[in-house]
C-alpha cells in the first residue's frame, strides 16, 4: 500500500489509566500510530501490553473503571472525543467494526446467526426487512459458508469454530467498514482454520480497500498478514515499521526475541542418542468413550484406534495433532491416568497395561505429567511446599525427606525458597507451571510426559519453560513425550515427531526428515498450514 | 487483601460479622435461658396481655394466658436454634452420602439417585413435612427428620456436582499421576475445594430450617414440649385487634435470625472465593 | 432431539413423578406406627367399629403390599380418594370444591411475584452502575422480605390494613350474607383477594427479584453483550434481547421448582386469612387426624405442581434451543 493513503486513523499519545491497586498503573503509556486507507496494521504484544485495551478505546467502549486520562483519537480527521454517544454508535459496526478473540462467546446462543446480523442491518437503519434478508444471506456467502439461505436459522452452538467465526466476519462486514479491528481473532482455531480465516481476511482487504488494524501476539501470523507493524510491551511502545523492516531487521531486542520465540530451529542441537532399550512403549492402544443418549442409546467415539509408539532414554519425542486427534487421550494413557481398551504398555519393559492401581502407585513415580493449564493445576488451597511433598510422600519417603526433595526442585526450576509458603494464586502462568516441573521431579522421573504445557503461555515464557525443560533433560537425562498442537514447538524440541490425526498415528519420524520430506498428506497439509513461516523452519543447524 | 486468609476476608464484612456475633449471642442467651428466667415459658405467672416496657420483671409483657414473653423468646431459641443445627447436619450427612455416591459410581445409580432428589425438590416441601409430623407424631425428632427429608436434595445436588467437577480438575489427576492414595486425595484434594460451596448451601439450609420448624409450629405441629416462635405466633393470632405486639417480637425473632444465619453464609461465599491477581485480563 | 421426542421424554418424566407421589403417598400410611385403618378413620371415625371394619377391606390390609399398592393406584385413577368421616364426604368431592379458591389464590400471587420480581430483579442489575443505591434499596429489600416467615407477615399486614387502617377485609374470600351481583360481587372479591395474595406474593417476589438479578448481572458479563455494543445497537435492545432473554432462562426453570413453595405457603396463607382453599380444608383436618382428607390434599397439590413444572421445562425448551438438542455440547 503507498504511504500516499490517506490516514484513517490518527492516535496521538494515547494513554489509559487502569484503576489502582493493580500491579500497573497504565494499560498503555503514550502511544502514538496510524492507519491509511487499505493498510493492515498489525499490533503485537503479549499478555499485559495493552493491546486489547487499545482495540477497545477505539470504538469508547472501555470497561468501566478504565478511562482515556490523555490523548487524541481522530477518526478520518474528526476527533472522536466530540463525538457523543449515539453518533459513537452510529460509527460503531457501520464505519468501524470489529471481530474478536472466541467466536463461540461472541454469538448470542439464543439468537439464530441470521438475526444477529440482521439486527446491525436493522439498527443501523435498513427498515425494509426482505432487503436486510437479503443482505444476509448476502454476506454469509461472501464469507464462504455454506448454504447461506439454511444457516440464516442456525443457531451458533450448531456450527463450527471456524464457521462461527466467519459469521463474526459477516456480521462486522455488513456495512462495508473502513476499518476492520481485529482482536486475536484467530487465536482460538485450529492452526488449519486459522489459515482460512487469514486468507478469507486478506482476500476481503483485498476486494473491499479495507484496512484493519490486526491484533495479536503471534509473530507467525504477522508474517501472514501484516503492511505495517507495531510492537508492544506493557503498554509501552517498542518500535514500528513496515512488516520488511521489523520482521527482516529489528531494531529492539524485545523484537528479536518475540521473533526468534516462533521459530522452529532448536536453539542447542540436539545431542546423539545412544541406542538402547526403550524406557516406554505402547502397542496398538486403544480407547474408546461412550456417551449416554437420552434414555437409552450410546454413542461410542474411538479416541485412539491402535497406536504404537517408543521413547529411547534421553530423547524427546513430540507428538503433534490437532484437536480430536486423541493426543491428550494418548498422553492420558501414557501416564496410566487412564486405563487403555486394547494394546499393551510398557514402563522400562514392564507391562503395566493392565496392573490394578494399588499396586501401579509404587512405580508411578518412573512416569510423571506435566499439565497443560498453570491455573488449573495446581490445588488452590494447598501452599506450594504441600504440593511438591505431595508426590515423595505418596512415595513412602519420609516427611524430612519429602521436604528436603521440595527444596532441591524448587531450586532445579529456578524458583526461590520463600516459594514454598506461598499459595498459587500469588504466582504467574510461568511460575506455576515451573512449579508444576517441579512436582513432577519431585518423585525422580525417568519419563516426562508434557501435555500441552507450554500451549497457555505468552510467547517469550513459553521460550523459558522450553528452555528449561531441555536443560533439566540434560542435567537429570530425562526422557521426554511432548505432546503439542503446534508443529514448529514440536520441531525446535524433539528429536523425532510422530503426527497424529483421528486417533491414529499417521506418520512418524527424525524431525529433519519428517519436515522436510513428508510422506502422509496430512503431514503435508500441517506442514503447509505451519509454512506460515516455511523460511523460519528451513533454519535449522 | 490479597494474601489474607479466608478468616480475615469473613470477618472483614461488616454484615456477615454482625450475623455471626448475633447468632453466637443468641446462642449464649438460649443455653443459659434456664439461669436467665424465673421458671419455665408455660407458667402463668401474671397478668395477661401486659403491655412491653410497663412492668418490672416482665419487660417484653405477657401473652393472653399471662405467660411472660420474654421467657418465651428465649425458649424459643433453644427451638430454633437447635432445629436448625440438628436439621442441618441431618441434612449433611444425608446430602453428603447420597451425593457423593453418585459423583463417584456414576451411572445408573446416578441417574436414579438424582431422579429422586428432583422429585423431592418438586413436591410441595412444606407440606410433605406437615403429613409426616402429623402422622408421626411431633416430636423434636420427628421435626428434624421432616426437615432433612425435604432438604436434602440440594446439598447432594452441589455434592455430586462438586465431585463430578472436582474429580476432572488437573490438580487431582496430578495427585493420582504422583501416586498419592484415594483416600487422602478424596480427603486433602477434593473436599477442601468442595467445603466452601457446601458451608455456603448449608447456611441456606440451616434458614431453611428454621422457618420451616416454625411454620410447622405455628400450625400446631411443633414440639409439644417446647415453646417455639412459631407457636407463639399462633397464639397470637386471636388478638391482633388488642395485643398485636404479642405477634411482632416471635416474628422479629424469627427474621433477625433468619437474616443472621442468610449474612453469615453470603459472607462465607465471598470469603472462600479465590483470590484473583489484579489485571488478570489485558 | 426433536420437540416431538423431548416433549414425550418429559411427559414421561412427570408421568413418573406423579407415580411417585402415589407410592409415597401410599407408603406414608403404611408405614406410620398404628393401624393404617385407625388412621385413616381419623380421630372423628375410630370409634365407629363398623367404620373401621369397611375401611379395613376397602384400603385391603389383608392383602400383600403389592397389591394393596395396585388396589390404591386403581382407585385413584377412578379420582377415589377416600371418605372424610368428619366431613361425612368424599374426599375428592371436599377438594374439588375448594380447589378454584386456592388456584385463584396460588395463581394471582404466581402472576404478582414473578411480574414484579423478575422486573426488579433486572432493575437492580441493570442500576449497578449508574445508580447504586437503586440496587442496593431493592436488594436489601427483597433479603428482608426472604427472611420473613409468611405467615407472619400476612399477620402483620392484617394489623395494618384491617385493624389500623380498616382498608381492606382480613376474613375468607367474600362477605358473607351479603347478596351482591355483578361488578359489586366482583369487587367484593377483589377486596377479599388483596391481602392474601400479597402475603403470599412477598416471600417469591423476594426469591424472584433475588434470582433475576443474579441472572442478569451474570448476563451483564457475556461477551456477546460487548459485541452488541460493538456493533452499535441501541441500549434498549442490547438490555432486551440481549442480556434479559438470556437471563430469563434460569429465572423460569426456577419458577417450575418453586411452584411446589408457593403451595406450601398458600397453606401458611389460607390458615392465616380463613380462606376456603385447600390449605384451609387441611389445617382443620389436621387438628382432626383426618388422614384421607390430608393425603388427597398432598396428592392433589402435587400433581398440579409436576404439571405446572411440565409446562415450565416446556417453555425452557422454547427460550434455548440448546436444551435436549443433539449436537449440543454445553
Not at chain 3, 387426624?289 to 415450565?312: C, E, M
Amino acid at each position: 500500500m503507498s504511504a500516499a493513503q490517506p490516514i484513517l486513523l490518527d492516535v496521538e499519545h494515547l494513554r489509559i489509566a487502569l484503576p489502582s491497586g493493580g500491579d500497573r498503573s497504565h494499560a498503555l503509556h503514550d502511544l502514538s500510530l496510524h492507519v491509511r486507507e487499505g493498510e493492515c496494521l498489525c499490533v503485537v504484544g503479549e499478555s499485559g501490553s495493552g493491546k486489547s485495551m487499545l482495540a477497545k478505546a477505539l470504538l469508547r467502549l472501555l470497561p468501566a473503571p478504565l478511562k482515556i486520562e490523555h490523548g487524541t483519537l481522530r477518526w478520518r480527521g474528526e476527533d472522536l472525543a466530540n463525538l457523543d454517544e449515539p453518533a459513537m454508535r452510529a460509527l460503531r459496526g457501520r464505519d468501524i467494526s470489529m471481530v474478536f478473540q472466541e467466536p463461540m462467546s461472541a454469538l448470542n446462543p439464543l439468537l439464530s446467526v441470521g438475526r444477529q446480523i440482521d439486527e446491525t442491518l436493522q439498527a443501523h437503519g435498513v427498515k425494509d426487512r426482505a432487503q436486510r434478508r437479503a443482505r444476509v444471506v448476502e454476506l454469509l456467502g461472501y464469507v464462504g459458508l455454506p448454504d447461506p439461505e439454511r444457516l440464516y436459522h442456525a443457531y451458533p452452538f450448531e456450527l463450527s469454530g471456524g464457521q462461527r467465526q466467519r459469521v463474526v466476519i459477516a456480521m462486522a462486514l455488513a456495512f462495508a467498514p473502513k476499518l476492520l479491528i481485529a482482536d486475536e481473532p484467530t487465536s482460538a482455531l485450529d492452526v488449519t482454520t486459522q489459515r482460512q480465516i487469514l486468507d478469507l481476511l486478506r482476500r476481503i482487504q483485498r476486494e473491499q480497500g479495507m484496512a484493519m488494524l490486526f491484533i495479536t501476539h503471534d509473530f507467525a501470523v504477522v508474517e501472514a498478514i501484516a503492511d505495517r507493524v507495531l510492537v508492544l510491551q506493557k503498554g509501552h511502545y517498542v518500535e514500528a515499521g513496515t512488516a520488511a523492516q521489523v520482521l527482516g531487521a529489528p531494531q529492539q531486542d524485545y523484537t528479536r526475541q518475540l521473533i526468534a520465540a516462533v521459530s522452529a530451529a532448536p536453539d542447542h542441537p540436539r545431542p546423539t542418542l545412544a541406542p538402547g532399550k526403550p524406557v516406554l512403549q505402547a502397542q496398538q492402544l486403544e480407547k474408546h468413550f461412550s456417551r449416554r443418549l437420552g434414555w437409552w442409546g450410546r454413542r461410542t467415539t474411538r479416541a485412539l484406534a491402535g497406536v504404537d509408539l517408543q521413547l529411547a532414554e534421553g530423547e524427546t519425542l513430540g507428538i503433534v495433532g490437532e484437536s480430536g486427534s486423541g493426543k491428550s487421550t494418548l498422553g492420558r494413557c501414557l501416564v496410566r491416568l487412564l486405563r487403555s481398551d486394547g494394546g499393551s504398555l510398557h514402563w522400562h519393559g514392564r507391562d503395566v497395561t493392565d496392573l490394578p492401581e494399588a499396586r501401579l502407585r509404587g512405580q508411578r513415580g518412573e512416569v510423571q505429567m506435566i499439565f497443560q493449564d498453570p491455573f488449573a493445576s495446581l490445588n488452590p488451597r494447598q501452599r506450594i511446599g504441600t504440593q511438591l511433598m505431595t508426590g515423595p510422600l505418596a512415595q513412602g519417603r519420609s516427611p524430612a525427606q519429602a521436604a528436603e526433595k521440595a527444596r532441591e526442585v524448587l531450586g532445579l526450576v529456578g524458583l526461590p525458597e520463600t516459594a514454598l509458603a506461598r499459595y498459587p494464586h500469588e504466582f504467574s502462568g510461568g511460575q506455576r507451571q515451573r512449579i508444576g516441573i517441579a512436582r513432577a521431579l519431585a518423585v525422580e522421573p525417568k519419563v516426562l510426559i508434557a501435555d500441552e504445557c507450554v500451549s497457555a503461555l505468552d510467547a517469550l515464557i513459553q521460550v523459558q519453560i522450553l528452555e528449561l525443560l531441555e536443560d533439566l533433560q540434560r542435567r537429570l537425562k530425562l526422557s521426554i513425550v511432548f505432546i503439542t498442537h503446534d508443529l514448529r514447538v514440536a520441531a525446535r524440541l524433539s528429536d523425532r515427531i510422530a503426527v497424529m490425526q483421528a486417533g491414529q498415528v499417521v506418520e512418524q519420524g527424525a524431525t529433519a526428515a519428517l519436515l522436510g520430506q513428508p510422506n502422509h498428506p496430512y503431514t503435508r497439509r500441517l506442514l503447509q498450514d505451519f509454512a506460515l513461516h516455511a523460511p523460519v523452519l528451513e533454519a535449522t543447524p | 487483601m490479597r494474601d489474607s486468609s479466608v478468616w480475615q476476608r469473613f470477618i472483614g464484612q461488616p454484615a456477615a460479622l454482625i450475623g455471626a456475633l448475633f447468632l453466637l449471642l443468641l446462642g449464649l442467651l438460649a443455653v443459659t435461658a434456664p439461669w436467665l428466667c424465673q421458671g419455665s415459658p408455660w407458667e402463668m405467672n401474671t397478668t395477661p396481655m401486659l403491655a412491653p416496657f410497663t412492668q418490672a420483671g416482665h419487660w417484653l409483657g405477657s401473652d393472653m394466658l399471662g405467660r411472660d414473653l420474654a421467657t418465651g423468646l428465649l425458649y424459643g431459641a433453644r427451638v430454633s436454634l437447635s432445629v436448625g443445627v440438628l436439621a442441618t447436619l441431618a441434612t449433611l450427612l444425608t446430602g453428603l452420602l447420597v451425593g457423593a455416591l453418585a459423583g463417584y459410581f456414576g451411572g445408573w445409580l446416578d441417574a436414579v439417585l438424582m431422579r429422586v432428589a428432583e422429585f423431592f425438590q418438586i413436591i410441595p416441601q412444606l407440606v410433605l413435612a406437615v403429613i409426616l409430623v402429623a402422622v408421626l407424631e411431633p416430636s423434636l425428632g420427628t421435626i428434624v427428620l421432616a426437615i432433612a427429608l425435604v432438604a436434602w436434595p440440594a446439598v447432594a445436588r452441589l455434592v455430586r456436582s462438586e465431585f463430578l467437577s472436582l474429580r476432572q480438575r488437573e490438580f487431582v489427576q496430578a495427585a493420582r499421576v504422583l501416586g498419592q492414595a484415594p483416600l487422602a486425595i478424596v480427603f486433602r484434594q477434593i473436599l477442601p475445594n468442595a467445603l466452601a460451596p457446601l458451608l455456603v448451601t448449608l447456611s441456606f439450609v440451616m434458614a431453611t430450617a428454621i422457618l420451616t420448624e416454625a411454620a410447622l409450629a405455628f400450625l400446631g405441629l411443633g414440639d409439644p414440649d417446647a415453646m417455639s416462635w412459631g407457636y407463639m405466633i399462633n397464639a397470637s393470632r386471636g388478638m391482633l385487634r388488642d395485643a398485636w405486639w404479642m405477634s411482632l417480637m416471635p416474628g422479629l425473632a424469627i427474621l433477625f435470625c433468619v437474616l443472621a444465619v442468610n449474612r453469615v453464609g453470603e459472607g462465607l461465599r465471598i470469603a472462600f472465593e479465590p483470590a484473583r491477581r489484579p489485571g488478570d485480563s489485558t | 432431539m426433536s420437540g416431538v421426542w423431548f416433549l414425550g421424554a418429559r411427559l414421561g418424566r412427570a408421568l413418573l413423578m406423579i407415580l411417585g407421589v402415589l407410592v409415597l403417598s401410599f407408603l406414608l400410611v403404611r408405614l406410620a406406627p398404628g393401624d393404617p385403618a385407625q388412621l385413616m378413620a381419623g380421630e372423628a371415625g375410630v370409634d365407629d367399629a363398623q367404620y373401621i371394619a369397611k375401611l379395613r377391606s376397602e384400603m385391603g390390609l389383608d392383602q400383600p403390599l403389592p397389591q394393596q399398592l395396585l388396589h390404591y393406584l386403581g382407585q385413584v385413577a377412578h379420582l377415589d380418594l377416600g371418605y372424610s368421616y368428619r366431613n361425612q364426604a368424599p374426599v375428592w368431592d371436599l377438594l374439588s370444591e375448594r380447589l378454584p379458591a386456592t388456584l385463584s389464590l396460588m395463581g394471582s400471587a404466581f402472576v404478582i411475584s414473578s411480574l414484579f420480581g423478575v422486573a426488579l430483579g433486572a432493575l437492580a442489575a441493570l442500576s449497578r452502575q449508574r445508580r447504586r443505591w437503586l440496587d442496593g434499596l431493592i436488594s436489601n429489600g427483597a433479603l428482608l422480605l426472604y427472611g420473613t416467615p409468611p405467615f407472619w407477615l400476612a399477620m402483620l399486614l392484617i394489623v395494618l390494613f384491617s385493624v389500623k387502617l380498616d382498608w381492606l377485609p382480613a376474613f375468607g374470600m367474600q362477605t358473607v350474607a351479603a347478596d351482591l351481583s355483578g361488578f359489586a360481587w366482583l369487587g367484593d372479591r377483589l377486596r377479599h383477594l388483596v391481602l392474601p395474595c400479597l402475603s403470599l406474593s412477598f416471600l417469591f417476589l423476594a426469591l424472584y427479584v433475588h434470582l433475576t438479578r443474579a441472572a442478569t448481572l451474570e448476563a451483564l458479563q457475556q461477551e456477546h453483550v460487548y459485541t452488541a455494543r460493538a456493533k452499535g445497537l441501541a441500549p434498549s435492545r442490547i438490555v432486551f434481547a440481549h442480556v434479559l432473554r438470556n437471563a430469563l432462562l434460569p429465572v423460569v426453570t426456577f419458577a417450575g421448582l418453586q411452584l411446589g413453595q408457593l403451595a406450601s405457603g398458600a397453606l401458611l396463607i389460607e390458615v392465616v386469612y380463613s380462606w376456603p382453599g385447600i390449605g384451609r380444608l387441611m389445617y382443620d383436618a389436621l387438628s382432626q387426624r383426618d388422614y384421607s382428607v390430608l393425603l388427597g390434599g398432598f396428592l392433589l397439590i402435587s400433581v398440579l405442581v409436576v404439571g405446572f413444572n411440565l409446562l415450565t421445562d416446556l417453555a425452557c425448551r422454547l427460550i434455548d434451543p440448546r436444551i435436549g438438542a443433539e449436537g449440543a455440547a454445553r
